[in-house]
């Protein structure tokens, strides 16, 4: 009887210890399984890529502007054409004193495009501005002026990257707060204003990304 009991307790023996390996290995395959993205999760991103568009690809940017960014105030009217007024100011003063400070290339060119396309924004803001009495600043904003000493005291390849890359930063807040106050506004004048001008601000943003991604 002792000769027989033997080899039936060694099979089972055997038994409990395939089982316990199978389940260990389940256990490795459901963690595996749990820390691999799901398949065809990034589809509709590198369906986009394929087809030449990366706007949906992670960390990648867009001129169309971001429908989550940020946006200066337009609670009304009369506060969008304010911050509008500064934003073609701070453009303005900034590639000046890029200009001044002799930048070269791509900066260069961003310099000049943004002083004469925010010259004429400004000035057919100023037309609208004056039909409904509004006085528009004529500098700055608070942060633009606060952030100038510092970029002063940049200059050459380090001035040129601050400088492309606070204009991609400006552009893109400008393109959201004009797409938002679109929707928002019922104003006919600020509504062609917006039609008009919001495509150059996008190029804008185009050309600064495309600068700072050169300087990277």
Same mark, same amino acid.
């Given at each position: ?50 087809? /030449? ?6 960390? %990648? ?7 989550? /960014? ?18 073609? @100011?701070?453009?303005i003063q900034q590639s000046k004193m890029a200009l001044a ?64 890359? @606070?204009? @991609? ?22 509504? %062609? ?8 601000? @996008?190029?804008h943003l185009g050309m600064a990304q495309k600068g700072s991604?050169?300087?990277?």
């Amino acid at each position: 009887m002792k000769r027989t009991l033997l080899p039936l307790l060694a099979s089972g023996l055997l038994a409990l210890t395939s089982c316990g390996d199978n389940k260990t290995a389940d256990s490795a395959t459901d963690s595996n399984m749990a820390n691999t993205p799901a398949a065809g999760a990034d589809t509709a991103a590198t369906s986009a890529a394929m087809a /030449g568009d990366t706007s949906a690809m992670p960390g %990648s940017g867009t001129a169309m502007g971001d429908a989550n /960014g940020p946006t200066g105030p337009h609670k009304d009217d009369n506060e969008f054409m304010m911050t509008a007024a500064h934003s073609d @100011q701070n453009e303005i003063q900034q590639s000046k004193m890029a200009l001044a400070k002799g930048v070269t290339g791509m900066a260069k060119e961003m310099a000049n495009k943004m002083i004469a396309d925010h010259t004429k924004s400004t000035a057919d803001l100023k037309k609208i501005a004056a039909k409904k009495g509004i006085t528009l600043p004529t500098d700055m904003d608070a942060e633009h002026k606060a952030m100038a000493p510092e970029m002063e005291k940049l200059s050459g390849k380090d001035f040129e990257a601050k400088y492309l890359s @606070q204009m @991609q930063a400006d552009h893109q807040k400008t393109a959201n707060t004009m797409m938002a106050h679109e929707k928002m506004t019922n104003d006919a004048d600020l509504k %062609s204003f917006i039609g008009k001008t919001l495509p150059v601000v @996008q190029m804008h943003l185009g050309m600064a990304q495309k600068g700072s991604d050169m300087k990277m």
